[in-house]
């Protein structure tokens, strides 16, 4: 399998990251020589190779120099061991494996309700990575780090889950020692949304932004809210739950015991339906499961329209954090995230309507590049950057 972003979307990337593995020790100068690429856009790719850990940077002095000249000489990490990232979706897991210089070599998932069944998706994520560590050839023993995710917030004080209207059946639970004590390797757990922003800015859209929030819209609503390019979570952990801010007119029950969440009016599961009752009013009835997926529907004018309202309707809450924050960017995944413009486009609608002139006008709103496999990668990149790693840096 290629490494984690499409390969046509990173060539610049490779082509940095391939010069400085054939030079051995290059300086930045050697790469610029190497590659043909200009100063800034090698410097551009430097950064971002060092933020995913795949390179490290030290002092060395200048063969010939006087007065002990020194120079930044930039080296591939070393490439021993394999990490392991885990999503735990709400509906699904998915396990990869990954070399120490990010690329994935195998993959497995399955489907389950993660919400209502912790112990069982706890086993299931257990053996998901068993089972990608089987096919990619590698041993238990070479794992050097392990990343997951999880559909809800985790308290950053005990590391257990803690909000008892959120994931209400895994309060009590720390994910990391469970997960830990049934794979034998000390596992990093963390909120799926911080792992998707963290995956965007390793892989996607993100990339060389420090300030910007991902919105995660799917069956559930978050936010990972990345500042000073450090992931912010708030005092106990809760911080981007943005599925649960109240919309006015809204009277649905929500999962949290609330009503009128926005995730009861803007969720996949409600644009999916908007979109079958629109679609059979124009064709013949159409059963939800039928539905093409939103990338291809967006294409048609009808269901546009219903994809661009939900993007109006998460932008009204978007436009508040933005008055908060003044981020650079909001970058939109998930499965409403993969509708590409018309969803971007009502979110951007809302921004210019609802936020103050001065922040709404800097910040981009951007489709994220990664789609659903965004919190995956998150999990590589927390996992290549977790102690123990070679080259690893904190996040």
Not at 105 to 134: G, K, Y
Request: hydrophobic share 40%; net charge neutral.
């Amino acid at each position: 399998m290629s490494t984690p972003p499409p390969v046509r979307r990173r060539s610049t990337r490779d082509l940095v990251l391939g010069a400085i593995t054939e030079i051995g020790s290059a300086t930045r100068a050697d790469v610029c020589r190497a590659t043909a690429l200009s100063r800034s856009a090698v410097s551009e790719c430097v950064g971002g190779l060092l933020r995913e850990g795949l390179i490290t940077e030290s002092k060395t002095e200048l063969p010939g120099a006087t007065r002990g000249r020194r120079a930044t000489v930039l080296s591939v990490r070393s490439a021993r061991g394999v990490v392991v990232g885990v999503d735990l979706g709400h509906a699904h897991i998915t396990a990869a494996v990954a070399t120490s210089v990010g690329e994935l070599i195998a993959e497995c998932s399955d489907q389950l309700d993660v919400d209502h069944f912790p112990a069982r998706a706890l086993d299931l994520a257990a053996t998901l990575a068993r089972r990608a560590l089987r096919r990619s050839g590698r041993r238990l023993g070479e794992v050097r780090a392990v990343a997951a995710g999880i559909p809800g917030p985790l308290d950053v004080r005990t590391h257990v889950v803690s909000a008892p209207t959120i994931l209400s059946d895994w309060v009590g639970i720390d994910p990391a020692a469970e997960l830990t004590q049934r794979l034998g390797v000390p596992v990093v757990v963390g909120n799926d949304a911080d792992m998707g922003a963290l995956g965007e800015r390793a892989y996607g859209a993100a990339q060389g932004v420090d300030d910007f929030l991902y919105v995660k819209a799917s069956h559930g609503i978050g936010a990972g809210i990345v500042l000073a390019g450090r992931t912010y979570r708030g005092a106990t952990g809760i911080a981007g739950e943005i599925g649960h801010t109240q919309i006015p007119g809204a009277t649905q029950w929500c999962r949290c015991g609330s009503r009128g969440c926005l995730e009861t009016v803007v969720s996949i599961s409600n644009v999916r339906q908007q979109l079958t009752h629109v679609l059979s009013a124009n064709t013949a009835v159409l059963e939800e499961q039928d539905l093409a997926p939103l990338a291809e529907l967006a294409h048609n004018s009808s269901a546009a329209r219903v994809i661009t309202d939900a993007g109006r309707t998460v932008g009204r809450v978007v436009a508040d954090l933005v008055n908060c924050l003044n981020p650079a960017a909001i970058v939109l995944g998930g499965e409403l995230g993969e509708a590409g413009e018309p969803f971007a486009a009502g979110v951007r609608e809302s921004i210019d309507r609802y936020a103050q002139p001065a922040s709404a006008t800097t910040v981009q709103v951007l489709p994220g590049r990664l789609g659903a496999r965004a919190e995956l990668l998150g999990t590589i990149a927390t996992a290549l950057r977790a102690p123990g790693v070679p080259g690893s840096v904190a996040g």
